[in-house]
């Protein structure tokens, strides 16, 4: 019999699945050092990216989705 897969813990914090399946995570670059980043690239910092399809598999293996 085999043993049910354990969640990855480290993924699960930075990562997160949509109600369709996607994988979105969080833009890097966003946590210090900001007085020199412009506003404009602060706020697109701001947005979830949606991770690549290939990592996507491997991420929704680990989290358990």
């Known amino acids: 019999m085999g043993a049910k897969m354990k969640t990855h813990k480290g993924i699960l914090k930075r990562m997160r699945t949509t109600r369709k399946g996607k994988v ?30 290939r990592q996507a598999k491997t991420y929704s293996r ?3 989705g």
């Open 24 to 53: 979105v995570r969080h833009k890097a670059g966003r946590s210090h050092l900001l007085s020199n980043k412009s506003s404009k690239r602060k706020r697109r910092l701001r947005s979830r990216a949606e991770v690549k399809q």
């Open 62 to 64: 680990l989290i358990g």
